[in-house]
Antibody
Framework: EVQLVESGGGLVQPGGSLRLSCAAS????????MNWVRQAPGKGLEWISY????????YYADSVKGRFTISRDNAKNSLYLQMNSLRAEDTAVYYC????????????WGQGTLVTVSS | DIQMTQSPSSLSASVGDRVTITCRAS??????LNWYQQKPGKAPNLLIY???SLQSGVPSRFSGSGSGTDFTLTISSLQPEDFATYYC??????????FGQGTKLEI
């Protein structure tokens, strides 16, 4: 069974840092691209970052570029999101999501981890 | 960037109703359009991919159509468990997928 489990969320002050993790199981993680998607309270879904299966090709949404860093450890079946210089508007539930083949959407999502940026 | 616009933003309907939600892309995206259902406190669930292909395990009352810039999600006969928020997503500019703003379907 495919599982994605996020962790690392919590309360952080503006300007602070946090590292999110996504533990994958039930599939060959090293063969799959992965993404981070977030959802601010009461708002819609926002794609924020992508990693190729090797971790070599990476993309970011403009809203997080220069502040967030996506990485992965295929030996540990894990995806990460290092978040620096956090702002109040980064408050959201953060999901990792696996795309299915053929540009056909994300077929598996984690349960999400809540990040709250507040003083 | 490709912008996705859904209408309506919210919709009231009853069990048994036929419901249609529309999604419009700011440029042609061929058939690279996906639909998700999200219930409160849960992750989104993929319903339709490639504009009209039903994801495995999704009830056949859900259907999608369209190509180019205009797309629709139709629920043929609403069931109580269908009351949720629905999102479209373009996968034309992969891997930079973008979502519509969502349509909340209420009783």
């Amino acid at each position: 069974e495919v599982q994605l489990v996020e962790s690392g969320g919590g309360l952080v002050q503006p300007g602070g840092s946090l590292r999110l993790s996504c533990a994958a199981s039930g599939f060959d993680f090293s063969s799959y691209e992965m993404n981070w998607v977030r959802q601010a309270p009461g708002k819609g879904l926002e794609w924020i970052s992508y990693s190729s299966s090797s971790g070599i090709t990476i993309y970011y949404a403009d809203s997080v570029k220069g502040r967030f860093t996506i990485s992965r450890d295929n030996a540990k079946n894990s995806l990460y999101l290092q978040m620096n210089s956090l702002r109040a508007e980064d408050t959201a539930v953060y999901y990792c999501a696996r795309p299915q083949a053929g540009y056909s959407g994300y077929d598996y999502w984690g349960q999400g981890t809540l990040v709250t940026v507040s003083s | 960037d490709i912008q996705m616009t859904q209408s309506p933003s919210s919709l009231s309907a009853s069990v048994g109703d036929r419901v249609t939600i529309t999604c419009r892309a700011s440029q042609s995206i061929s058939s690279y359009l996906n639909w998700y259902q999200q219930k409160p406190g849960k992750a989104p669930n993929l319903l339709i991919y490639g504009a009209s292909s039903l994801q495995s395990g999704v009830p056949s009352r859900f259907s999608g159509s369209g190509s180019g810039t205009d797309f629709t999600l139709t629920i043929s006969s609403l069931q109580p468990e269908d009351f949720a928020t629905y999102y479209c997503q373009q996968s034309y500019s992969a891997p930079l997928y973008t979502f519509g703003q969502g349509t909340k379907l209420e009783i």
